[in-house]
């Protein structure tokens, strides 16, 4: 017994030095790194510069987050703020440039220049602008996921400004059906990219403002267009919708050179 014991006492420490040479937990910061494999290395010196560079690369991927960006405010949430209440501005303005009693003018009323009847002004309001709308939110979640949401995101601002002006300048009932059309098209991809960015760049303690601010957008959007009448009696149907095509413009302009890529 006492020739053994002496070797029992050897084996014990040395097991005991494994067990903290080779660690058997997960080294944690902020994302779960995976463990790194060193039981086979029984160089020490190796074995601390192999955790010296996961603990670098660790530190290099937390640096490296979005989410630790201060610029969540200015540089995206209000520009895509501002996209919002371009787009509500753009597709409701319509309900608000016709004019059915009998005391409306060709300058105010789009209907009147245009001559459609109400019947015709349903199909503008309603299936011009759903039908292609529905079908394109389909699409622009899937783009979304797969194409630059920057680039997507001013590209369809631009195409709403666009419909909007070729709305301002149209000679006929049928031209301000297609432009309704394609403004159906390009409101549809606004909003899947601009969820998407604040989930991804607005840090987790941010979140809540940053999608509450997001969402006033559809209500000062709707607000404006709800002023747009003021417009109208000032400076004419035409003018009005001019007017909210170079916001839209001026939009475009502020996201494609503030919005964080």
């Not at 960015?197 to 957008?217: I, M, N, Q």
């Amino acid at each position: 017994v006492s020739r053994l014991l002496p070797l029992l006492l050897a084996l014990s420490l040395a097991s005991s030095s494994l067990a903290f040479a080779v660690p058997s937990h997960t080294v944690e910061k902020k994302y779960c790194l995976k463990p790194t494999r060193i039981a086979n290395t029984r160089n020490p010196t190796r074995r601390t510069s192999i955790l010296k560079m996961s603990d670098k690369k660790a530190t290099n991927e937390i640096e490296e987050d979005p989410q630790n960006s201060n610029n969540w405010l200015f540089g995206l949430c209000l520009p895509l703020w501002l996209a919002y209440v371009s787009n509500q501005w753009s597709r409701s303005s319509i309900y608000y440039l016709v004019d059915f009693s009998d005391k409306g003018s060709a300058l105010q009323a789009m209907n009147i220049d245009l001559d459609f009847s109400q019947a015709q002004y349903g199909l503008l309001a309603s299936v011009a602008f759903t039908s292609l709308f529905a079908v394109a939110s389909l699409v622009a979640g899937r783009a979304s996921d797969r194409y630059n949401r920057k680039v997507l995101t001013v590209a369809s601002i631009a195409t709403w400004g666009l419909a909007t002006l070729g709305t301002s300048t149209s000679t006929s009932y049928n031209q301000v059906v297609g432009w309704r059309v394609l403004m159906g098209l390009s409101c549809a991809f606004s909003t899947p990219t601009a969820y998407t960015l604040l989930a991804e760049r607005v840090p987790a303690d941010k979140a809540a403002s940053a999608s509450s601010l997001y969402s006033t957008g559809v209500a000062m959007g709707g607000a404006l267009a709800s002023l747009s009448i003021l417009l109208d009696d000032r400076i004419g149907w035409r003018n009005t919708a001019l007017t909210i095509a170079l916001f839209a413009f001026g939009t475009a302009a502020i996201n494609l050179f503030v919005l964080e890529d």
